[in-house]
């Protein structure tokens, strides 16, 4: 069964960093590009960074360029999202997510849980 | 960057047909991809490419298309499909959502 489990949200101030953890499990990691994807409270879908299977290619939306940074760990079957200089409106549940076709970043198939990031001070 | 324009919300009766548009130039060159998302929960994936659907998602979700305007359709809507619906297009090296529809079934 695909899992993907994140982690690493909570309380932080403006400014502030944290770094979000997406634990994969029950497919083969290294084999599927991802995505970090957030929703602001009471708010819609908002896409954020894609990285390939083996992080040749990666981009990012607008609005976290230059403060976010993607990365993956294929040997730990684990996804990353650094933030930082954060915003008041960085507050969202962040998801990661599968892309369902290999190389083709979208649709997403798989979508974990969610962690809340609430940025205040 | 480009935009998707769903209707904000819509309502349809238990047992009728549901159509939730999604519009945006990109659509005249691009598939859309239809997620459905309920209070509290992840994001589903329901249509992609356009018309096909994932595995276990029951038959009366389609998906089709004309021109710039992706339509997402749920024939004899029940009250679980009572959720916010989510267009998705990719466009190199973008990818994007629309706004949303909150999709009541009373």
């Known amino acids: 069964e695909v899992q993907l489990v994140e982690s690493g949200g909570g309380l932080v101030q403006p400014r502030g960093s944290l770094r979000l953890s997406c634990a994969a499990s029950?497919?083969?990691?290294?084999?599927?590009?991802m995505n970090w994807v957030r929703q602001a409270p009471g708010k819609g879908l908002e896409w954020i960074s894609y990285i390939s299977s083996w992080s040749s290619t990666i981009y990012y939306a607008d609005s976290v360029k230059g403060r976010f940074t993607i990365s993956r760990d294929n040997a730990k079957n684990s996804l990353y999202l650094q933030v930082n200089s954060l915003r008041d409106d960085d507050t969202a549940v962040y998801y990661c997510?599968?892309?369902?076709?290999?190389?083709?970043?979208?649709?997403?198939?798989?979508w974990g849980q969610g962690t809340l990031v609430t940025v205040s001070s | 960057s480009y935009e998707l324009t769903q209707p904000p919300s819509m309502s349809v009766s238990p047992g009728q047909t549901a159509s939730i548009t999604c519009s945006g130039d990109i659509l005249e060159y691009k598939h859309a991809s239809w997620y459905q998302q309920k209070p509290g929960r992840s994001p589903v994936l329901v249509i992609y490419?356009?018309?096909k659907r994932p595995s276990g998602i029951p038959e009366r979700f389609s998906g089709s298309n004309s021109g710039n305007t992706a339509t997402l359709t749920i024939s004899g809507a029940q009250a679980m499909d009572e959720a916010d619906y989510y267009c998705q297009a990719w466009d190199n090296p973008t990818v994007v959502f629309g706004g949303g529809t909150k999709l009541t079934v009373l």
């Open positions: 029950g497919f083969t990691f290294s084999s599927y590009g």
């Open positions: 997510a599968r892309e369902l076709i290999s190389g083709g970043v979208v649709p997403f198939d798989y």
């Open positions: 490419q356009g018309t």
